[in-house]
């Protein structure tokens, strides 16, 4: 499956965003849909996943309650929506697929094969 993330951009402290990852290819339906941050000169965290269906998520515990993953499968769309947004959100965010694992085991980006090319997300004090 072929991805491709949208919505970055700058914003003040305590505004929101919302991104956005379009797949191609293969069944998207049949994918949990994970997203990622990566901060200069760090390594690739884990954000949020949403299992195939959209009934079950997890999120990491820096971003419980500021945001919320969704998907639509009849857009073949996964979505983050952020609110409240904090200078320390400031990364490069990463759409993922992976067709296989749980929500506790696709925290790992190791198990995500499939990414998209990233967004910058930029957060002013």
């Known amino acids: 499956v072929q991805l491709q993330a949208s919505g970055g951009g700058l914003v003040q402290a305590g505004g929101s965003l919302r991104l956005s990852c379009v797949a191609s290819?293969?069944?998207?339906?049949?994918?949990?849909m994970g997203w990622f941050l990566q901060a200069p000169g760090k390594e690739r965290d884990f954000v949020a996943v949403?299992?195939?269906?959209?009934?079950?998520?997890s999120y990491a515990d820096s971003v419980k309650g500021r945001f919320t993953i969704s998907r639509d499968n009849t857009k073949n769309t996964v979505y983050l929506q952020m609110n409240s947004l904090k200078p320390e959100d400031t990364a490069v965010y990463y759409c993922?697929?992976?067709?296989?694992?749980?929500?506790?085991?696709?925290?790992?980006?190791?198990?995500?094969?499939?990414w998209g090319q990233g967004t910058v997300v930029t957060v002013s004090s």
């Open positions: 993922a697929a992976a067709d296989k694992g749980s929500l506790l085991t696709l925290r790992d980006p190791r198990r995500f094969g499939s």
């Open positions: 290819g293969r069944s998207f339906s049949s994918y949990a």
């Open positions: 949403i299992n195939w269906s959209g009934v079950s998520t």
